[in-house]
């Protein structure tokens, strides 16, 4: 449940809600917005009368959270989350795009793709090191030699990273390079995963599960805000249907569903949730215009040598040209790319 204490409620009105909180058992979850301080209490609320923090000094209301999801609801946090990832802000009005390899092959091609991506206008770079694949016998990913020359290329642009992690024994190497950890669609459940990374307080990208409703999709996400990682952004990858064209369905409905459901910021994958390199752009269109905060992309300079996903990687001048698009329909929606910063090193 939320009590939402009055604007004019001291600091001493405050903490000793919050102890009554904390007296019922309950954990406590602080929101403090501009227009008022609120406190979750999360846990097993439904035997717990609203009358015994109703009576408190300085306290407005009390509500009970209605959806299953709490701190991922708007309803406890209605303003918008905003929340800054090395260089740009996420969740803002500024829309984010990352953009990068499936996966990383090899030094030159991530910094080949790193500096394509970096002057097109992308403001992070991706690239999976510990792949999901289908097949055990597929490229499983490089481990840690990627993630060192992932490093590299941040070094080289100045841009922040975004890496898959696909399970909690990655977890200490990953914190050792990463800025935003990956949780892929078939991870999404994984939910020991999810409490490792509430423990930490590292960003976190989380996709939407194959299969996932949006419902499962924000009580994961409930998961790492409980263990008070509130830094998490959502990703709709296209989800499984009947339709066999593209490689999933893109669930366009989820982004104005999510952001009315969600404080959140939200994501789109043009590239899993089509699959191939001619519907991306049309698809990153389409999410900036219905309201996503940013776009996740997979570029590579060569996407028929590409070692995963060449069918729906675009090349360098392709996801320019597609930049150029989104930032036409980012002005239409009142916003704008996130500008992008200064190259840390020129000349190279
Ligand atoms: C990826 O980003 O390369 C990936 C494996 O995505 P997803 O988890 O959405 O399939
Ligand atoms: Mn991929």
């Not at 802000?89 to 996966?103: E, F, K, L, R, T």
């Not at 890496?163 to 950890?181: A, G, H, P």
Request: hydrophobic letters at 40%; aromatic letters at 4%.
């Amino acid at each position: 449940m939320m009590i939402i204490m009055k604007s004019n409620a001291t600091p001493q009105q405050v903490e000793t809600a919050i102890h009554a909180v904390k007296a019922a058992g309950l954990n406590v979850h602080l929101s403090q917005g501009v227009e008022a301080t609120i406190i979750g209490a999360i846990g097993e609320t439904h035997n717990i009368p609203t009358e015994i923090f109703e009576g408190l000094d300085g306290v407005e209301t009390v509500q009970r959270i209605t959806q299953p999801y709490k701190l991922a609801s708007r309803q406890f946090h209605p303003e918008n989350s905003v929340f800054p990832i090395d260089g740009f802000q996420v969740g803002g009005n500024d829309i984010v795009v990352v953009a990068g390899p499936c996966s990383v092959e090899s030094r030159s091609q991530i910094i080949e793709t790193a500096q394509a991506v970096r002057e097109a206008g992308a403001n992070a770079l991706r690239g999976g090191v510990f792949k999901p694949r289908t097949s055990p016998y597929s490229f499983q990913g490089l481990g840690e030699e990627g993630l060192e020359y992932l490093a590299e290329a941040r070094e080289l642009t100045g841009m922040p990273i975004v890496v898959e992690i696909m399970s909690q024994t990655q977890l200490e190497v990953m914190l050792k390079y990463v800025d935003v950890l990956q949780v892929g669609a078939r991870n999404m459940q994984n939910f020991n995963l999810l409490r490792a990374i509430g423990e930490t307080r590292k960003s976190v990208l989380l996709k939407r599960g194959l299969s996932a409703t949006i419902e499962e999709l924000l009580m994961s996400a409930e998961y790492i805000l409980a263990g008070g990682n509130k830094q998490v952004i959502l990703c709709e990858r296209g989800i499984r249907t009947f339709e066999t064209a593209t490689r999933n369905t893109t669930d366009i409905n989820a982004i104005p569903v999510l952001k009315n459901l969600t404080h959140l910021p939200v994501l789109l994958d043009p590239s899993h949730s089509t699959g191939h390199a001619d519907y991306v752009a049309a698809i990153a269109r389409a999410a900036v215009a219905a309201g996503a905060d940013g776009l996740i992309v997979e570029v590579h300079p060569d996407p028929a040598r590409a070692v995963s996903d060449g069918k729906q990687s675009l090349k360098p001048e392709k996801f320019a040209e597609m930049v150029r698009q989104v930032k036409a329909i980012a002005e239409v929606m009142g916003r704008r790319i996130a500008p992008i910063k200064k190259p840390v090193t020129v000349g190279w």
